[in-house]
């Protein structure tokens, strides 16, 4: 069993940054790939970056590629979200959660956080 806990999210403009984290309990954390979700308003819930269990592998979605950055820290039991570049078409709620399939999959997800909302102004 993994608990995760979002924090980070706010209100920022477009082109700033934000760390968005996963503090994550339960002794298994570090088997467990993390993935960070978003789900803009009206919209379908989309994978957004994974980290595999030993940070050695990583996954972008095409949207944040080249801005967002994806970094775990095993021994702290946390999972980063580095958010560049922001763009209004980033406003959205942030989940994370945990999973043991590599690739990572789009849905089916073992554990969730309940998520933190980031909003960016134009």
């Known amino acids: 069993q993994v608990q995760l806990v979002e924090s980070g999210g706010g209100l920022v403009q477009a082109g700033d940054s934000l760390r968005l984290s996963c503090a994550a309990s339960?002794?298994?954390?570090?088997?467990?790939?993390i993935g960070w979700f978003r789900q803009a308003p009206g919209k379908e819930r989309e994978l957004v970056a994974v980290?595999?269990?030993?940070?050695?592998?990583?996954y972008y979605a095409d949207s944040v590629k080249g801005r967002f950055t994806i970094s775990r820290d095993n021994a702290k039991n946390t999972v980063y979200l580095q958010m560049n570049s922001l763009k209004p078409e980033d406003t959205a709620v942030y989940y994370c959660?945990?999973?043991?399939?590599?690739?990572?999959?789009?849905?089916?997800?073992?554990?969730w956080g309940k998520g933190t909302l980031v909003t960016v102004s134009s």
């Open positions: 980290v595999n269990w030993s940070g050695g592998s990583r």
């Open positions: 959660a945990a999973d043991h399939s590599w690739p990572p999959r789009s849905s089916g997800w073992d554990f």
């Open positions: 339960g002794r298994t954390f570090s088997t467990y790939g």
